[in-house]
């Protein structure tokens, strides 16, 4: 099964899980004794969550500069990193427009395959 992190914790605390991999590239802090699918012998195999804040289509430039910096500045706060960070096991990564436009042009035809090949739609 595969699940987040969060979820699955509990039932590894108490004893009712075992993890066998993680799927992200690098071992997580939450179970640092786990390892990646790669290192389990599943090469190439590396997928994680990630979220990001959108704005509407035509948002002038300088607006979305200025929700990134604030949103990247909120990002460090302690309880903000306690929170994502250490309680949720996030790996907090504040990058800006640019960063995110290098993600999506990676995971768009990544992920494009798989899901055509499923059959799933937006409907």
Not at 8 to 31: E, Y
């Amino acid at each position: 099964m595969f699940d987040q992190m969060t979820a699955a914790l509990p039932l590894l605390q108490a004893g009712k899980l075992k993890l066998l991999a993680v799927t992200t590239a690098k071992r997580i802090a939450l179970s640092p004794n786990t390892p990646t699918m790669i290192e389990s012998g599943v090469p190439g195999f590396e997928m994680s969550s990630w979220q990001a804040i959108y704005a509407p289509k035509g948002t002038p430039k300088a607006v979305v500069q200025r929700l990134s910096q604030e949103i990247a500045k909120a990002l460090k706060l302690p309880d903000v990193q306690e929170k994502l960070g250490k309680t949720m096991g996030m790996e907090i990564v504040a990058g800006g427009p640019d960063e995110l436009a290098a993600l999506m042009a990676t995971e768009i035809p990544r992920w494009a395959a798989p899901v055509k090949k499923s059959g799933a739609s937006a409907n």
